[in-house]
């Protein structure tokens, strides 16, 4: 059997960010106004701050002014409101993006919505989640979204075809299953409920596994011919399918690294251009 096609989010990104440093350009020639992402990051966990100085890059490479606010492990729930909530009434700030987790004392879904929607250029509040469900405009979420763009990529055209979602995280699972519902797609969420998961699995055109455990997706339940979208990372590089197995299965999948995780950065930095363009009026960000 012919083994499944690689879905390259590395190079699909690549594009994407070309376009963004191209649109950053114009908007600062055309207006004096050079988009902003603000990262705020609560303590010093070494995974946080390795993702976080790797978007700074990204940023300065695609043309974007990257403002940092490091704030310390005790920082309370109502500090960080304050803090996100002085960005969101920044002119000069464009996007924010609050990296997680923030600390078990903290309330992270209040934090969330201290950040000014038309800001939320991670999609995690509130009225984004409402937005990409109802279809309308707004910002998605960074990973889902990317997600619909590798489909979108590849040809994969979502409408009639049966989509599980394993996982349903607020930022992931939820949101690129409300995504996918809007393309017409008949979605299942599976969870750590879930009776016998492997038969859920079984039955799905498109597969998007987004759970955080690592191989939990076997190859021998991937349907042939399927999409498997593995949206895990773990360590060592592996992601929730197992790979090796279902590539024997699939027709398309995502290789860990490589594929879903440039995708998520290239929408962060593509939506703060799009929040910059809006908030200087450009009629094209409308």
């Known amino acids: 059997m012919t083994q499944a096609r690689l879905m390259d989010g590395t190079a699909l990104a690549r594009r994407i960010v070309e376009d963004t440093a191209r649109r950053a350009a114009e908007l600062t020639a055309r207006t004096g106004v050079a988009p902003c992402l603000a990262t705020v990051l609560v303590g010093e966990d070494p995974a946080s701050v390795t993702y976080v100085r790797m ?17 310390p492990a005790s920082t309370t729930t109502a500090e960080l409101v304050g803090t996100l909530r002085e960005l ?53 979420s960074c990973t889902p979204g990317g997600i619909l763009r590798l489909l979108d990529e590849y040809g994969v055209d979502p409408a ?13 699972g939820k949101p690129v299953g409300m995504l996918l519902l809007a393309r017409d ?24 596994a987004a759970v955080g455990r690592p191989r939990l997706i076997r190859g021998q339940d991937i349907k042939p011919g399927a999409v498997v979208i593995d ?19 699939a027709s398309l999948i995502t290789p860990v690294p490589g594929g879903v995780g ?3 950065i290239a929408t962060l930095l593509e939506q703060t251009v799009t929040a910059a363009e809006a908030a200087a009026g450009e009629p094209e960000a409308a």
């Open 262 to 264: 440039p995708m998520t």
């Open 88 to 140: 969101s009434a920044d002119p000069t700030v464009h996007g924010i993006l609050l990296q997680h987790p923030v600390g078990d004392h903290v309330d992270e879904r209040a934090a969330f919505e201290a950040i000014a929607p038309e800001k939320d250029v991670d999609g995690v509040t509130f009225a984004s989640f409402a937005t990409m469900s109802f279809g309308l405009p707004g910002f998605v």
């Open 160 to 172: 009639g075809k049966r989509a599980v979602v394993v996982g349903r995280s607020a930022i992931l």
């Open 55 to 71: 978007k700074q890059n990204r940023c300065r490479k695609a043309g974007i002014t990257s403002r940092h606010v490091a704030l």
């Open 185 to 208: 797609a008949t979605v299942t969420y599976c969870h750590s409920r879930t009776r016998d998961l492997s038969a859920a699995v079984r039955e799905a055109d498109i597969v998007v």
């Open 231 to 249: 949206a895990g990372y773990n360590a060592g590089n592996v992601g929730d399918v197992d790979f090796d197995s279902a590539v024997e299965r």
